[in-house]
């Protein structure tokens, strides 16, 4: 059985959302200590080695939403990236992983508004999706009217993945209802295009309102909760993770839907992505390691992990100017 | 090798071995067999056979150790004392220098410390690896410090001289570091016996001391089982024992080393709670109850073995517990992926499955993590009981095993009441977001240590043992040090002769106790408060050093013992109560006794005093009641510096509760005001044992008590026969602590009565006290042995 194929054609049923229930949150406690500690052990728990590990890299590269949200972005740039996304691999090292049949891409393009034209073109035919962030990123404070038009510019343009940001204002004026109603306001502008909920956590500081945000967001209707931007000055971090982690985990008991998860912003390293690769497995479970319930927002992560997965195959580490830039 | 297109598929951890080839060179060089480690050198023991030691994982045969026979401890402990004199008399930086040498060569060998560790005892390695290994420097880094600074922070103290160090086989190296870094900071030379199970890595730890540059002899290693500890503990030259093990055992050893000097730590067994509030982070808890009872592998005596969960959130958190259980893995020791290795050995996993087949028994359901299980190897599943309560065996006993026993409570009193149903007082696991409430209990619960929304956190800055039948004693900061130092004016007493004559209960003409023109005066007990007759109904007849006749005092018995430890149990609001509430009261006392200074001056000369004398002892008793007054509210506990950030650790002096005290007979008044004041200062209620050949003393003291406002229950009094008294007093299981000061034969009895709840012990050996001098008569030792340390941990941050 081909796991890969198999889920494409098994991928949940798409989170319709909820009424706003504050009940399911606002006695929430999340002890911090605790969730740090939990946090620095969970990678001291468990080891993914050799061929294992080759295999979890080869993963981790499949669930990358490969990134460039950069004031500088061009139609070249984006369109160099798209070709990285389509070959993230040398051909030599699909070659001798084994994977040649059925050679591995990222999980997504993730792009400013105006860029999503170059990279839909780029990737066309390739299956790979298109992400646009929108709705005033990476602050979010424009007027709502634009940030819901900015979401439609996007889908129309192609994109089929929309990362949003939410209003973090309202969460730290613990306005729940106000955020509800942006948010679902936001996932009728998607369509059909999926949702992913940017909670910018270095700005919401606690983890109980990591919790909250995580759970209006669901409730909205987001398909994904995101960590961040990359642009606050706390990016993902594993205590912040792990806590939207369990926000979905409890959100998918009480409603049956399962939602994905997208760290983003500081994953630089192929251990960094083995370390959120165990936190979903051991919080979630096994299932939450394909693309369509795990991303992973990074842009030169990519390449370290190329270097691991040659380093792996001839026991010799690479310089990065053997592998294509991304 | 496994495809990457299949691993794709499953996406399993795959095997994740830590190679253990060079501890397995390690133990082939020494295939042949260890020896002991005495004198600086590994020798053959005096017994010809050794004993295998296992691999809990497969049970395979790692090496061959020493049976310690009674001439290899005696061997050791010759080697001990030898080296003692000049090892206790380097300078402070020296013997810093090699505890420090020490700390860092563990650090050089931390990896194969850490696989000989699993290998040896089954511990996943990566607690042997994250946990075990890294406390061990630790322990050896804090206690450089102490060598460093033993003559400046701990004045007049001087070090034991030879101890007989056993330790368990959970934690082989950390228990030998927390036993042989204090002895040495302070002073000491070391005997120390490894546990049979777990031997091996106390023999490489033995190199490095020959590695390090350790003078020999002071640190020996005699290997062996039971008989070799037993050795060891009746060995006469040996000057303490610290003893890590269950209580059973410990209770053994109080009981043979009573009478024997030697200075005494137990640090025992627990059944300890892990309290679960309905406002806690439960996600947090549960990692919590993994990391308390499925830490290696439950064989942890301070573990948070019983789950008590707030009634309107324990069918959730067992759903989240139930959850969390699918996830844990069980397996060999040295793969980094596992959570879980194997017992220690097949004895301890039948010991544990029996246990738990008991608590079936009792009609409790039984649930176990569903992880793949290893065929071989002394394997035992992550358990939960549920269904379960104070009346199942698996609720009560300590399994040493990996199985939590689970039931509710439903306000926060009955949490108290039942994190204190059991004979045992080591840790305690608090979980709740609202402050007050986990400070609430952490303030009430009988436990050494206690854990705020966390658990089994150690740091050699913190104190560790236990109250109850837990033991007694500290392993770890400041408070641990004193295990290892004896006051100097402790040491420097004599054995006096006592004669302590056989009371006369029965009339006789001869003695002429009252005048006829004055009123008859009659001495009771007094109990709760109140005066009473004693249960026997006789009395016994008071006379002076000079045969002449003073009156009658009541012949208390066992009965009017229980009747006043019943009533110092009640008085439980002195010991909550405000310090500055005691102090004041203390005052009131010395007022009040002031106010009678002549009445007591007369009683002394008639007890022998010259008038001069007497009046002197009345003046130095009011000094010593102003004494404890002042230090009720500044005998202040510490924040420890543990090494974490973001965490405070409390240590808080705390009262036993009731406590003992008997008093000798030479100056009756100071010696009584001498251990009564200290104890009341703290927050004890005191069962009190008058001073026999002079009662009237204490007799007259309720008089002071009562219009002092003492509460009811706080001092009682018996008089009567004090050995017979005491006996029952040291017998008692609610009785907390005792002191006595009477002959050495008593002390001895005192000691091996105390063994029946564990109740720490200051006995006199016969040896007499000068109360007059304040280095002597008052001061810190008495305010410490008036109070056990509890250590809380607080994590706090956003």
Redesign the interface.
Known sequence: ????SNLRSNSPPRNAGVPLEISWFE?I??????????AA?LT?????????Q???L??ALQCIDLTTLAGDDTAGRVHRLCEKAKRPLREDLIEK???ADAPPKVGAICVYPTMVPHAVKALRGSGIPVASVATGFPAGLTPLSIRLAEIRYAVEEGAEEIDIVINREQVLMQDWSALYDEIAAMRAACGDAHLKAILATGDL???RNVYKASMVAMQAGADFIKTSTGKEDVNATLPVSLTMV?ALRVYGELTGFQIGFKPAGGLKTAKDAMAWQILM??ELG?RW?EPDLFRIGASSLLSDIERQLEHYLTGRYAALSHHALA | ?????D??????????PESNTIVKDWLAVHAQGFGHFIGGKFVRSSAKALMDVFNPHDNSVLGRVAQGTAADVDHAVKAARKAFGPWSKLSGFQRAKHLYALARYIQKRERFLSVLETMDNGKTI?ESR?IDIPLVARHFYHHAGWAQLRDTEFKGYSPVGVCGQIIPWNFPLLMLAWKIAPALAAGNTVVLKPAEFTPLTALAFAEICSEAGIPDGVVNVVTGAGETGAALVAHKDVDKIAFTGSTEVGKLIRVQTAGSGKKLSLELGGKSPFVIYD??????AV??VVDAVWFNQGQVCCAGTRLLVQEGIAQKFYTKLKHRMG?LRVGDPLD??N?MGPLVDPIQLARVTAMVKKGETDGGTLIQAPCKMPDNGNYFAPSLFVDVDTSSSVMREEIFGPVISAMTFRTPEEAVALANHTQYGLAASIWS?NINVALDLAARVKAGIVWI??TNLFDAAAGFGGYKESGFGREGGREGMYEYLVADWMKALKVEKHSLLKLISSPRSELRHSAADLIDRTAKLYIGGRQSRPDSGYSYEVVSPKGKALGLAGLGNRKDVRNAVESALKASAWSSGSAHGRAQILYFIAENLAARADEYAKRLVQAGASTRHSKHEVEASLERIFFYAAHADKYDGRIHSTNSK??TTLAMNEPYGVMGLVCPNENPLLSMISLMMPALAMGNRVVLVAPQSMPFIATDFYQVLDTSDVPDGVVNIVTGTRDELTKTLAEHDEVAAIWYHGDAVGSAMVEKASAGNVKPTWVNDGKRIDWFSAEQGQGYEYLRRATQVKNIWI????
């Open positions: 059985m081909n796991i890969q006695n406690q999340v002890n911090t200590s605790a969730a740090e500690r939990r052990t001291t728990r468990r080891s993914v080695k050799k061929e294992y080759a295999a979890w080869v993963k992983l084994g994977l500081k606690t983890l369990r497995k051991e096994r390691l | 090798m496994a495809k990457v297109t691993i794709l598929e499953t996406m399993d951890y795959g095997p994740a990566r994250d406002d806690a982070d439960l996600d947090a990692e919590g996830s980094k992926s959570d977001e929304n966390s973001k965490q994590p706090y941050g956003e």
